[in-house]
């Protein structure tokens, strides 16, 4: 029950009691003194009846005083009248029992009884001689009336002052209570990672100083979580990151490499490009390092100019002068065209005069069709590398690239054809992960993940067509496709929670989102089951346009997640101002993270810091016993991996997943 609530239940029940004392206070007066004056009547009407009829009652002329006894009475202004001689015999009695008021209710008559001035006698005498008594009771009707008017204007005035007052202290309350309110929100703020400084402060003198506190408070929580933030973006460049051109070294991208590989689920095929600038030591020497390092920094910024509209492109220096970048879902041709600029690029370098013709750069190019090693990939690079250094200055070559030639081009034209055809007829099966709790080993939720079948009737991941559609355009359509397949299957009264993958595309398409709303409007039950997650670099890379529609989702209900976590190298302090339910740590990190203390503090800082704006913290891709031991340690929140469970068409966590309850920390 709220204080403002209690406060009005106190108020209004110490208004009630007050009102009922004072009410009864007016009604106890106001009826003492009404049965004096009917006392007092009841003497005088005595005496004056008790003079008339002496003569009679001296003479026993009982007849005379029954007539005079019943036209008194018959005149409505008495309730009893009896006439006893002195022996005690009546001699004549007129009485009513039952007591009626015009327009007094009954049950105020009952409950408010008028004093009975029955007992009250009146002695008959002549030449005082003792004749008789006599008893009158005059009727209390206008007694009553009085009464009756006097209950019911206390009432009407009490109660409108009642209102009136319990009104004024309602407003009153909520005036008070506001800067109360203004607090608790604050508070809540805080707790859900929101560290705004309110400047209006409640002028009440003790309230200002709560909320100078909690400024304060706000103030240096957000310090020190700006503070951590910057201290685990530090570590990790040092860890991953190349000091002198910025861009990722060896160690990153040797676990990337390893990391994609081992999960065509996301990286089915590519490229992988080896660049050298030859001749750098002559260069060094002629130079000086100062200039050799600028040559450095120079292609590096080159590369990343090239690289920047590449999804999931893991471009780093892997050693002095040599640089790679491994591109998934790139063509022949895509990969053609960088070549051919970074060719272009770093001859106008020369051309410019920035570097003379001491130092030259050759591209080593092959693609990954889901068969090769990483040892087997890099061996066909480094031969296609030493093919371009044969060529001349400045060249670029592609491993086998006439076997490579024939079947991209036939493969991007049949993926077209199919992916048209399933969003014409929405043939696109679902399947379902489970992501588990790290502390009882239940359900988080369960990921989406869509599979298309082809025309043999096999079932391909999502990460072999949906390159294919967003090149085409055709991204959007198979998440629309996939949402409505999943609220089909949906009831209104789920278990579990569901995360839905949507693309870059989704989440800068306005038209998507309002179509999002106006389909989650349909089952407002089913929203709060579902979350949204996207790739942290399609979120991060375009976050200005798509933080809107990030908060438009969260407005209907639905969580959102950012998926393979800690990839694009971005600042972590977007974190502090973006609202984010979820983060899952991208599966490069967690291979073999028990053999990788780097990783393990890396991982643990960002849980840290993520569960201080109360993000829950996922592990992705957990393989092994050790990474999930591992994970545990580090006050993760869940994991999703083949360990957990793999993927599979129905949500059957019992029956599939049960080896995982005996797992222990």
Not at 25 to 53: E, G, H
Not at 120 to 131: A, H, N
Not at 302 to 315: D, E, K, P, R
Request: hydrophobic fraction near 40%; charge should be negative; aromatic fraction near 8%.
């Amino acid at each position: 029950m709220s204080l403002s609530l209690r406060l009005i239940i106190a108020i209004s029940s110490l208004a009630i009691i007050t009102f009922i004392g004072t009410l009864s206070i007016n009604m106890v007066t106001t009826r003492s003194y009404l049965n004096q004056q009917l006392a007092d009547k009841s003497q005088n009407a005595s005496t004056a009846i008790a003079k008339t009829i002496a003569t009679d009652l001296a003479e026993k002329n009982v007849e005379n005083i029954t007539i005079t006894v019943n036209a008194l009475y018959d005149s409505g202004s008495y309730t009893r009248i009896q006439v006893q001689d002195v022996s005690g015999n009546v001699l004549a009695v007129r009485k009513q029992t039952v007591i009626s008021v015009k327009d007094v209710p009954d049950w105020f008559i009952n409950f408010i009884p008028l004093k009975d001035t029955a007992g009250i006698q009146q002695i008959i005498s002549s030449d005082f001689v003792q004749l008789g008594r006599i008893v009158v009771n005059p009727h209390p009707g206008l007694a009553y009336q009085e009464l009756w008017d006097t209950f019911t204007r206390n009432t009407w005035w009490l109660l409108s002052v009642a209102v009136i007052s319990l009104l004024a202290f309602m407003i009153l309350i909520r005036q008070l209570l506001k800067p109360i309110t203004t607090l608790r929100k604050q508070a809540e703020q805080i707790a859900n990672g929101d560290f705004t400084i309110h400047d209006t402060l409640p002028s009440l003198p003790e309230l200002k100083k709560v909320g100078e506190t909690m400024n304060r408070m706000s103030a240096k929580v957000a310090s020190m979580l700006a503070a951590q933030t910057e201290l685990t973006e530090r570590m990790r460049k040092r860890a991953y990151q190349d000091v002198l051109t910025g861009l990722n070294n060896r160690r990153y991208f040797a676990e990337q490499m390893d990391h994609l590989l081992k999960t065509p689920e996301e990286f089915i095929s590519g490229a992988l490009m080896l660049i050298e600038i030859s001749s750098f030591k002559e260069y060094n020497q002629q130079h000086g390092y100062v200039k050799a390092d600028d040559l450095l920094r120079k292609t590096a910024e080159i590369l990343s100019n090239i690289c920047a509209s590449i999804q999931g492109v893991c471009l780093a220096r892997v050693s002095g002068a040599s640089f790679s970048f491994l591109a998934p879902n790139t063509t022949l041709k895509e990969i053609k065209e960088y070549a051919n600029k970074l060719q272009s690029q770093f001859e106008s370098l020369h051309d410019k005069g920035s570097i003379d013709n001491v130092a030259s750069i050759h591209m080593g190019i092959t693609c990954y069709d889901g068969s090769q090693d990483g040892t087997e990939l890099l061996s066909m690079c480094d031969m296609a590398l030493r093919a371009s250094q044969v060529k001349g200055p400045n060249c670029w070559h592609i491993y086998d690239e006439q076997n490579l030639k024939q079947e991209r081009i036939r493969s991007a034209t049949a993926w077209r054809k199919i992916i048209k055809q399933m969003l014409k007829e929405k043939k696109l099966e679902l399947h379902f992960q489970p992501v588990r709790n790290f502390k009882d080993y239940s359900i988080l939720h369960y990921e989406v993940l869509a599979r298309l079948p082809d025309i043999d009737g096999n079932l391909v991941s999502a990460g072999t067509f949906l390159p294919m559609a967003q090149r085409h355009g055709m991204a959007v359509g198979v998440d629309i496709v996939v949402i409505e397949k999943l609220l089909a299957m949906m009831g209104d009264e789920n278990q579990v929670q569901y995360a839905v993958n949507l693309c870059r595309s989704s989440l800068q398409d306005t038209a998507f989102i309002d179509w999002l709303e106006k389909t989650l409007g349909k089952y407002p039950d089913r929203a709060p089951s579902i979350i949204f997650e996207s790739q942290e670099f399609s979120v991060t890379s375009h976050l200005d346009d798509i933080h809107l529609n990030i908060e438009r989702i969260r407005d209907l209900g639905c969580a959102f997640s950012l998926d393979h976590f800690g990839t694009s190298s971005p600042d972590f302090g977007y974190l502090l101002n973006t609202k984010i339910d979820y983060i899952k740590i991208d599966g490069s990190y967690i291979h073999g993270i028990h053999h990788h203390e780097d990783n393990r503090f890396f991982i643990k800082s960002i849980t840290e810091i993520a569960h201080g704006l109360d993000i829950k913290v996922i592990g992705e891709y957990v393989e092994s016993e050790s990474e999930w031991k591992t994970l545990q340690s580090l006050n993760l929140d869940g994991a999703q991996g083949h360990y957990v469970g793999k993927p599979f068409p129905d949500v059957a966590p019992d029956k599939v997943f049960h080896k995982t309850v005996n797992h222990s920390s």
